[in-house]
């Protein structure tokens, strides 16, 4: 069975640094997306992506997140410069056609900002 | 703004009792509902929807717009049930985001 692929599955970086997080939806999906969870809190929505572009995104989304589809397989996270309240896990899932909305996710990964 | 409401941390029931996982939302639209379970180590994944009606693995969730709610039930638990439980809403209108509740853990005892 496909599934949302997301690599490393740890990261550790120190405060400031860049990092990227990597992600491969399942091969046929359209719709993409990035959530996160810290530690002993719920699951937050940061950004929605569809045809080449974001399609909605969250407050915690601010400057210094973005993303992109850099090619046909890839979905990458990027957060310019890590802060320690950064730390968490961090889920790529994604979703099928413009009516379906089920997501499937990742296993996740962990960033640990230190 | 919309917000899913799970009240229980942790649920612990022994097997063959009844699971009741509660759910209440705010929504001011027409919203979707869904439940996802993360058992141990493993992803989340989907559980079941409200527009499709269905059971899985013994559980079923009906969602009742009067109260808003959408709580997952099953009449007789199973050790394999064991497992992080999440009720999230998709907001309508073109809006896909999932908004998620805080989770119940499911412990079922022998």
């Known amino acids: 069975e496909p599934e949302v692929t997301q690599t490393p599955s740890h990261q550790v970086t120190q405060m400031g640094q860049e990092v990227i997080l990597r992600c491969v939806p399942i091969?046929?999906?359209?719709?993409f997306y990035w959530y996160r969870q810290i530690l002993g809190q719920k699951v937050e929505f940061l950004v929605s992506?569809?045809?080449?572009?974001?399609?909605?995104k969250s407050e915690i989304f601010d400057d210094q997140f973005s993303v992109e589809r850099p090619d046909g397989s890839n979905f990458t996270l990027k957060i310019r410069s890590t802060k320690l309240e950064d730390s968490a896990m961090y889920f790529c899932?994604?979703?099928?056609?413009?009516?379906?909305?089920?997501?499937?996710f990742g296993a996740g990964t962990r960033l640990s900002v230190l | 703004a919309q917000r899913v409401t799970q009240p229980e941390k942790l649920l612990s029931v022994f097997k063959g009792a009844p699971v009741e996982l509660k759910c209440n939302y705010s929504?001011?639209?027409?919203?979707?509902l869904f439940w996802y379970v993360q058992y141990s180590r493993q992803r989340l994944q989907l559980l079941l929807r409200?527009?499709s009606r269905e059971s899985i693995k013994g559980f079923t969730a009906d969602l009742n717009k009067g109260e808003t709610s959408f709580h997952l039930k099953k009449p007789f638990a199973q050790e394999e049930d064991s497992a992080m439980y999440y009720c999230?809403?998709?907001?309508?209108?073109?809006?896909?985001?999932?908004?998620f509740g805080s989770g119940t853990r499911l412990q079922v005892q022998p």
């Open positions: 899932a994604s979703s099928e056609r413009v009516v379906d909305r089920v997501q499937y």
């Open positions: 999230a809403l998709s907001g309508g209108a073109g809006r896909r985001a999932l908004t």
């Open positions: 992506f569809y045809n080449n572009e974001i399609s909605e």
């Open positions: 929504y001011s639209g027409s919203p979707e």
């Open positions: 091969s046929n999906h359209l719709y």
């Open positions: 409200h527009i």
